[in-house]
T-cell receptor
Framework: DSGVTQTPKHLITATGQRVTLRCSPR?????VYWYQQSLDQGLQFLIQ???????AKGNILERFSAQQFPDLHSELNLSSLELGDSALYFC??????????????FGPGTRLTVL | AQKVTQVQTEISVVEKEDVTLDCVYE???????LFWYKQPPSGELVFLIR??????QNEISGRYSWNFQKSTSSFNFTITASQVVDSAVYFC?????????????FGTGTRLTIIP
């Protein structure tokens, strides 16, 4: 158990809908990352938050947005869903401080199926 | 731009054989970090090792060992005396670890099957 929790585990929805994925980082971790794993794109970085602020953006679609709340949990919002958004969405957290860099620990993922 | 290449898509070996998973990376930075993650059939991503670019010492952890060679930009992973529980997809990853660029860039993964 990595200490990172994600809910829900599975989500099945229809095209055009909007969903919210939730992530709670490990205790003490300030950085939260979101990744998408799909068959055609592999594992891709979407976005990073550090202590409530957006820190880096990757290949995240405009239909997708995220935020990190004061209690450090994060939510990834996916809207106007398309079939191609079906994927496993991972959240990861790490402790970044004082210039040091630490490994990212991943949650169990949310499997999104868009029908 | 950073890139990670895992040319071995799938490997099958018989239990107790040794197996090496290859990883080649590209980066323009002098400071970077390399990682291996394991994704078993259950789907989660399990951290195995982190290595920074200044430390070229090989590392051994039980049946696992890692060979980092800066000269060839490779970070290979060897499992000795493989076991069925080692069956998984293994990902090599790279991070440039600069402020605003701490993301992981993953390779496409190697699916390892251990045949009992």
């Amino acid at each position: 158990d990595s200490g990172v929790t994600q809910t829900p585990k599975h989500l099945i929805t229809a095209t055009g809908q909007r969903v919210t994925l939730r992530c709670s980082p490990r205790s003490g971790d300030l950085s939260v990352y979101w990744y998408q794993q799909s068959l055609d794109q592999g594992l891709q970085f979407l976005i990073q938050y550090y202590n409530g602020e957006e820190r880096a953006k990757g290949n995240i679609l405009e239909r997708f947005s995220a935020q990190q709340f004061p209690d450090l949990h994060s939510e990834l919002n996916l809207s106007s869903l398309e079939l191609g958004d079906s994927a496993l969405y991972f959240c990861a957290s790490s402790t970044q401080s004082g210039g040091s860099y630490n490994e990212q620990f991943f949650g169990p993922g949310t499997r999104l199926t868009v029908l | 731009a950073q890139k990670v290449t895992q040319v071995q898509t799938e490997i099958s070996v018989v239990e107790k054989e040794d197996v090496t998973l290859d990883c080649v990376y590209e980066t323009r930075d002098t400071t970077y970090y390399l990682f291996w993650y394991k994704q078993p059939p259950s789907g989660e991503l399990v951290f195995l090792i982190r290595r920074n670019s200044f430390d070229e010492q090989n590392e051994i952890s039980g049946r696992y060992s890692w060979n980092f060679q800066k000269s060839t930009s490779s970070f290979n992973f060897t499992i000795t005396a493989s076991q069925v529980v080692d069956s998984a997809v293994y990902f090599c990853a790279l991070s440039e670890a600069r402020f605003g660029n701490e993301k992981l860039t993953f390779g496409t993964g190697t699916r390892l099957t251990i045949i009992p």
